[in-house]
């Protein structure tokens, strides 16, 4: 079993920046892509940005630009640079990893953008 856990969420003013963080620990074998997802309040969970092993990336693309996927694969943690916030990316953000095709969540960490 593979346990994830964001950090990193808070308040921000519109045109701010965040940076989440998700560490996984437990039973690693072989930690895959890792990514980052959200779900903002009445609305479907929707992908924000992807990253392989090799250090690929995918991004939804209202965060082209103004979000970064990275990660460290010796700490088997991922990261999320947002910069420019906007009160829409008001959200849960999940942290998501594959190891042998199984697929494990964080329980999520909120971000508001507000003033």
């Known amino acids: 079993q593979v346990q994830l856990v964001e950090s990193g969420g808070g308040l921000v003013q519109p045109g701010g920046s965040l940076r989440l963080s998700c560490a996984a620990s437990?039973?690693?074998?072989?930690?895959?892509?890792m990514g980052w997802y959200r779900q903002a309040p009445g609305k479907e969970r929707e992908l924000v940005a992807t990253i392989t092993t090799n250090r690929n990336t995918n991004y939804a693309d209202s965060m082209k630009g103004r979000f970064t996927i990275s990660r460290d694969n010796i700490k088997n943690t991922v990261y999320l640079q947002m910069n420019s916030l906007k009160p829409e990316d008001t959200a849960v953000y999940y942290c998501?990893?594959?190891?042998?095709?199984?697929?494990?969540w964080g329980k999520g960490t909120l971000v508001t953008v507000s003033s």
């Open positions: 998501s990893a594959y190891q042998l095709g199984i697929p494990y």
């Open positions: 437990g039973r690693i074998l072989s930690i895959g892509t």
